[in-house]
């Protein structure tokens, strides 16, 4: 069993002296691990680094054992971060995320797509963020956990959309929320079409996907919401307070 395809390197932990399991995404086969042997090593370390856009070829004697991969570099995405700390930030949450949620080969292609349009912008910096959160909502909608922005869940009106349902997903109005409004998750304007967005706006949709993440998509198996993504959150609203205090001084 073998085959040769694109793939995005998701992750890489050690496996004996030298060597590591690496976990990559294909459109074909979703999430996929095998044995790097040397991939440790200095001349093919820095090939194996999550971000990464490889070549991948998978080989294996029967279709449902680990499997070794070798590789060519297509991208050095990981390089291209290292210096800026919050663009390494998103690279390690989207990756983590994508490695933690999909279950190995099931084919997730809108997530592939996704990330392959996502992640050699990610040097762009801070821009970016409204991208990973549309893409995290595209994760969800693939996992069958998709969020209804479409209209109102109480009125039915398709403007003015500010708030999100915690339970069920769905959109509502200012008008549609009335006494409830606290008990409501913001609903950033960037997720229903305008273009213009603030540092408020990233955290308001990073807490927005990170409810159902964790309530649908870890939780379900038991699982915290991937560290990386956490500090990603938290990074972010580090910078919304930094923000507040300049205003208030």
Excluded at 58 to 72: M, T, Y
Excluded at 163 to 190: I, N
Excluded at 223 to 228: K, T, V, Y
Aim: glycine share 10%; proline share 6%.
């Amino acid at each position: 069993m073998d085959w040769d395809l694109p793939a995005i390197v998701l992750d890489t932990r050690p496996y004996g002296e030298g060597d590591v399991i690496a976990t990559v995404m294909t459109a074909e086969h979703g999430a996929h691990r095998g044995l790097v042997k040397g991939g440790a090593s200095r001349s093919q370390g820095g090939l194996w680094q999550a971000g990464n856009f490889v070549q991948a070829r998978w080989l294996a004697r029967l279709s449902d054992q680990l499997g070794g991969f070798r590789g060519e570099l297509i991208h050095a995405t990981a390089a291209s971060v290292m210096d800026d700390p919050l663009a390494l930030g998103m690279l390690t949450a989207v990756c983590s995320v994508t490695e933690d949620a999909l279950p190995e080969r099931e084919p997730h292609e809108p997530v592939f797509v996704g990330l392959i349009a996502l992640l050699p912008r990610l040097m762009l910096g801070e821009t970016v963020l409204p991208e990973l959160i549309q893409w995290e909502t595209v994760l969800l909608a693939d996992l069958g956990f998709g969020l209804d922005l479409s209209g109102c869940a109480v009125t039915g009106a398709t403007e003015s959309l500010v708030y999100v349902s915690p339970k069920t997903g769905r959109a509502v109005t200012t008008e549609g929320a009335g006494l409830w409004s606290s008990r409501l998750l913001p609903l950033p304007a960037f997720l229903t079409g305008a273009t213009a967005s603030s540092p408020d706006d990233w955290r308001a949709g990073l807490r927005l996907t990170g409810h159902f993440l964790t309530r649908d998509v870890f939780g379900a198996r038991h699982r915290p919401l991937p560290m990386a993504r956490q500090m990603l959150y938290d990074r972010v609203a580090a910078m919304v307070a930094e923000s507040e205090n300049q205003d208030a001084g």
